[in-house]
């Protein structure tokens, strides 16, 4: 290469690296721009502020039906009555399991004879061991089905499981039913009174077992429940979860008395320490744990930090190992990486 040549490729490596600079010098690479938020305590969702409808109701109701179809020939109670253990609530005509059971009984009986007189001619020579066997196997067996005529005979009425009160009637004397049809229902007085709720999975998240509530009741106004028990499956029709509440004793309920549950706006954040962020804040998860970036305000410098994960609410997410002055990365989370500094959206 000639002097010229090699002048003329220094001075055009000079110009291009001269194109590329400012006045000052070569310019930084320009900070990726995120937006930042502060997690929230309430829910985040309209569903705060709102009212669910309840009912109330014995701990141990019973829809009482029978085991075997036919007509009620027995119905002797009524809404109100206040029935001992063992005493007949309903039952029907018995006829077919009646005579069922009359025409195994007499087989018994004669197998019974038959078995006895084997018993006489054996040693005879009369009869062979044999027939004395088989006689024996046909009577275990007549047996057999005498005690299970003797069920569906018994199975044509229906006994009160334990004393209790009635609180609805079916059905009347005549009319035909069919197995497993309910008849009477009944109620435990030794369970206590509940209000249950069908509320949506969001707001049954947040409500921890013990969880103090404000119910609506019909002719007693409000009054304190706590929640005793969650559905652990939604109802596939409504998508809603029950929620049974304890209900103060003393106060004269009735079961079937209706109402409402009352949630205040930001009530629902009842686990201390839980939080919710956006969705596109959330960076990865594997099970219930999670990780989003967290932004230092002095430095602008992005740091990822492990989150708990408690599920979704409405469109945000519940979590825990936030501090509530946190602000973490929601648009942009994706273009940066942990210990970056960046410039925070001003909008």
Known sequence: MS??????????????????????????????VVEAVLPMAGSGSASDGSSFPVRVLYDREVAVSLRLG????????????????????????????????????????????????????LPAGA???AQREDTQSALAAARAALRAARYDRASTAARMPFAGLVLARM???????????????????????????????????????????????????????????????????TGTLDLDFALPSGRGMLSGLTGSLIIPEGSANAVEGRLTIPAEALLDADGKQGHVFVLDPKSSIVRRQAVTLHGFVGDRIAVE??????????????????GQKVRVDAR
């Not at 063992?86 to 077919?96: F, M, R, V, W, Y």
């Not at 013990?210 to 596939?236: F, I, M, W, Y």
């Open 171 to 237: 059905h009347e004397v005549g009319e035909t039913v069919s197995p497993g049809e309910p008849i009477v229902r009944i109620a435990d007085l030794n369970s206590p009174l509940l209000a249950r709720a069908a509320v949506t999975p969001a707001i049954a998240m947040r409500m921890p077992i013990g969880t103090p509530v404000r119910l609506s009741l019909a002719n007693h106004g409000e009054v304190t429940g706590r929640l005793l028990r969650k559905a652990s499956l939604a109802d596939p029709a």
């Open 70 to 121: 036919g007509t009620l020939s027995a119905l002797p109670v009524h809404p109100g009555d206040r029935v001992a253990a063992g005493a007949l609530l309903a039952a029907i005509t018995p006829t077919l399991q009646a005579e069922a059971e009359r025409r195994v009984a007499a087989e018994v009986d004669r197998l019974s004879r038959a078995e006895r007189r084997n018993e006489t001619l």
């Open 321 to 338: 190992g936030l501090a509530p002055t946190a602000r973490v990365i929601t648009a942009g989370a994706g273009f940066v990486r942990d």
């Open 3 to 32: 002097y010229r040549q090699a002048s003329l490729r220094a001075l055009g490596f000079a110009l291009l690296l001269g194109a590329c600079s400012g006045p000052d010098g070569p310019q930084e690479k320009p900070l990726p």
């Open 127 to 129: 009869v062979s061991e």
